[in-house]
């Protein structure tokens, strides 16, 4: 069966296994573990999907609980993907705002009509600066 | 003269006024929110002329991959884009060059600045808030 926690502890190796299965991210896949903790400690709001102890998925938020939340990540292992989980992970997050809540994201391509079924507006003014390492 | 800080306290009723006087919509009479966004954001920049606060940017960030800039606010009668520039520039240095910057609330002209290096993303969406 599967489960959904918001901000149950993730250790690094969960993560990895998570993204590298997923084949998600594949420049944080070499970053030390010790920047990934930091990431995982200080990451304000997870939604995370398990499946006998598994970590099969995973939504991470920035946000102040208050105003604004930036869907910086989110990631479900292939062989549960297209189950409408991943809606399940957004719900979860929406809910746990809160309507008080705007929340942010950058959609991929393939994405955006799952997005806007689920209300997403384009947003026109996003910009970013990306990390070099 | 502008004075910038990282780590300066701001109270509700500072970032209330600030508020009033800049083209920011957002409504300040629950002063209780506010204090929860100043406290809830890990990131708080400021700009004071004395002790008058006239410019923040709030924003989250994890602290080792990626900073969101959720909220950039200058007080009308002061040079919105130089305040708003140095405020940025100031929290890209700060956090370094390993993590990136988000954010939908930079000025145009600052967006498309090439020395600011921030690029268009075209697939930004949003459910905005109900209030």
Same mark, same amino acid.
């Not at chain 2, 006087?21 to 809830?40: A, E, F, V």
């Given at each position: ?16 296994t ?49 105003d ?5 990540? $989110? +990631? ?7 189950k %409408?989980?991943? *809606?399940? @992970? ?6 746990? /705002?809160?309507?008080?809540?705007? $929340? +942010? ?7 955006? %009509?799952?997005? *806007?079924? @689920? ?6 003014? /996003? ?7 | ?85 140095k ?29 600011m ?15």
């Open positions: 069966m599967v489960e959904i926690k918001v901000n149950k502890r993730i250790t690094v190796n969960q993560l990895l998570l993204y590298k299965s997923a084949g998600f991210v594949e420049e944080k896949w070499s970053y030390d573990s010790k920047r990934l903790q930091t990431m995982l400690d200080h990451t304000q709001l997870t939604a995370t999907m398990w499946e006998n102890g598994q970590l099969i998925g995973m939504a991470r938020c920035l946000t102040d609980y208050e604004s939340c930036y869907l910086s990540e $989110i +990631v479900i292992l292939p062989a549960y993907q297209r %409408g989980l991943g *809606k399940q @992970l957004l719900k979860t997050i929406q809910a746990y /705002l809160g309507s008080r809540v705007t $929340i +942010v994201l950058r959609a991929d391509p393939e994405a955006i %009509g799952f997005y *806007k079924a @689920l209300g997403y507006q384009k947003l026109s003014k /996003l910009v970013r600066i990306r990390r070099e390492a | 003269m502008i004075i910038y800080s990282a780590t300066a306290k701001i109270s509700s009723k500072q970032l209330a006024n600030l508020i009033a006087h800049s083209k920011s919509q957002r409504p300040t009479n629950d002063l209780g929110r506010l204090t929860r966004m100043i406290r809830n954001a890990n990131l708080l920049y400021s700009a004071w002329d004395d002790d008058r606060l006239v410019g923040v940017v709030r924003g989250f960030s994890d602290e080792a991959t990626c900073c969101y800039l959720s909220e950039l606010v200058v007080r009308d009668d002061y040079p919105q884009l130089e305040i708003s520039r405020l940025i520039n100031k929290i890209h240095r700060e956090l370094g060059s390993g993590i990136s910057l988000v954010s939908a609330v930079i000025p145009d002209s600052l967006a498309t600045d090439e020395k290096g921030f690029e268009q993303i075209d697939s930004g969406f949003q459910l905005p808030r109900e209030y």
